[in-house]
């Protein structure tokens, strides 16, 4: 099993950063894609950004240009630096790792969410 553990979620008026992680711990071979996305109340999951093993990074149309999402495969890690936070980035921000566990299996597994909420 592969799990995915949030951290720096928080509270921050419009204008601020917040820096997200997430480590994936377990019985990991390889992961081949990480992303972000999140979900506000009333709305449907979207996706925020994503690196592949490679480094290619894509992003959502809402954020380009705000947010840069990188990887630390040494410590199988992903981050997520937001920059000029809009209160439409108030959200539970979800991480989720896609790869090979120890047994060369297909793995697609998610964390708890974190909770960002930006202030007007």
């Known amino acids: 099993q592969v799990q995915l553990v949030e951290s720096g979620g928080g509270l921050v008026q419009a204008g601020g950063s917040l820096r997200l992680s997430c480590a994936?711990?377990?019985?990991?071979?390889?992961?081949?894609?990480?992303?972000?996305?999140?979900?506000?109340?009333?709305?449907?999951?979207?996706?925020?950004?994503?690196?592949?093993?490679?480094g290619r990074t894509n992003y959502g149309d809402s954020v380009k240009g705000r947010f840069t999402i990188s990887r630390d495969n040494a410590k199988n890690t992903v981050y997520l630096q937001m920059n000029s936070l809009k209160p439409e980035d108030t959200a539970v921000y979800y991480c989720n790792a896609q790869g090979l566990d120890a047994n060369r299996k297909f793995f697609n597994s998610w964390g708890q969410g974190t909770q960002v909420t930006v202030s007007s």
């Not at 449907?44 to 950004?49: D, G, N």
């Open 24 to 54: 994936a711990s377990g019985s990991i071979f390889s992961i081949n894609a990480l992303l972000w996305s999140r979900q506000a109340p009333g709305k449907q999951r979207e996706l925020v950004a994503s690196i592949t093993s490679a």
